[in-house]
C-alpha cells in the first residue's frame, strides 16, 4: 500500500489543505498523561495521506495545528478519542471541537463483538491486517520509516471505520445513543485530568 506521508516539525505548514473531515490520532511516551508527554499529531485526509507532527515538547507551540483542532467546521474521527484529547488538553492546552470516536460508536453498533481495538475494526472493515507492534516504540527520538508508517495506518482507514460504523449505528436506531455518548467525552477527560479515572456510575 502506498501512502503520501509528510512529516512536519513542530507544527502544520501554513495553508494546508485539508478537507472538511479529518482523522485525528496522536503518539504518547506512555498512557500517563501527567508524566509522559505527547509526542506527535498524525492527520489525514482519508485519502491514504498521513500529515505527522512532531512536536517540540519544550514548548508545545504549534498554532496551525491547534487552529485546526478548534476549527468546528472540520469533523475530526479519532478512535479512542478520551485518551488523545486528554493528552491535547494536557499539552497544547485545547478542547478539540466536533469529534468523533469510532472506539465509542463501535461498542454501540457491534453488540456483536467484544472485540472493539482499531486492529480489529481495520481488520473487520476493510480487510487490512495491520502489525501493532510499534504501539509501544520510542516515538520521541528520530522516528523510523517503520514508526512513520505506522503512525499513518492509524489515520488512513479511520474514515472507512466511521462510515461503516455509522451505517450500522443508524440501521440499528442507535445514533442518538452515540450522539449523547459523545457529549460526555469532554466530562470525562476532565474527569481523569482531575484523577477520577475509575467508573463513577459504577457502585
Request: proline share 1%; with cysteine; aromatic share 8%.
Amino acid at each position: 500500500m502506498n501512502i503520501d506521508i509528510k512529516l512536519h516539525d513542530e507544527d502544520l505548514p501554513d495553508q494546508l489543505d485539508l478537507s472538511d473531515k479529518i482523522a485525528v490520532d496522536c503518539e504518547f511516551m506512555g498512557l500517563n498523561v501527567e508524566r509522559d508527554n505527547l509526542c506527535l499529531v498524525q492527520i489525514s485526509n482519508g485519502k491514504n495521506d498521513a500529515h505527522i507532527v512532531k512536536l517540540n515538547r519544550d514548548t508545545y507551540k504549534a498554532p496551525n495545528l491547534i487552529k485546526v483542532l478548534n476549527d468546528k467546521k472540520i469533523n475530526k474521527i479519532f478512535h479512542y478519542a478520551r485518551a488523545d484529547l486528554l493528552f491535547i488538553k494536557k499539552y497544547l492546552k485545547t478542547d478539540v471541537q466536533n469529534i468523533n470516536c469510532t472506539k465509542i460508536m463501535s461498542k454501540l453498533a457491534r453488540s456483536y463483538s467484544d472485540k472493539h481495538g482499531l486492529k480489529d475494526l481495520i481488520k473487520e472493515f476493510t480487510g487490512n491486517d495491520i502489525n501493532k507492534n510499534l504501539q509501544s516504540s520510542d516515538f520521541g527520538g528520530d522516528l523510523s520509516e517503520k514508526q512513520l508508517q505506522y503512525c499513518a495506518k492509524d489515520v488512513i482507514f479511520l474514515h472507512r471505520i466511521y462510515e461503516r460504523l455509522n451505517n450500522i449505528l443508524i440501521r440499528e436506531k442507535r445514533e442518538n445513543l452515540y450522539y449523547d455518548s459523545i457529549k460526555f467525552i469532554y466530562s470525562r477527560v476532565n474527569l481523569d485530568l482531575a484523577s477520577f479515572t475509575s467508573d463513577i456510575w459504577s457502585h
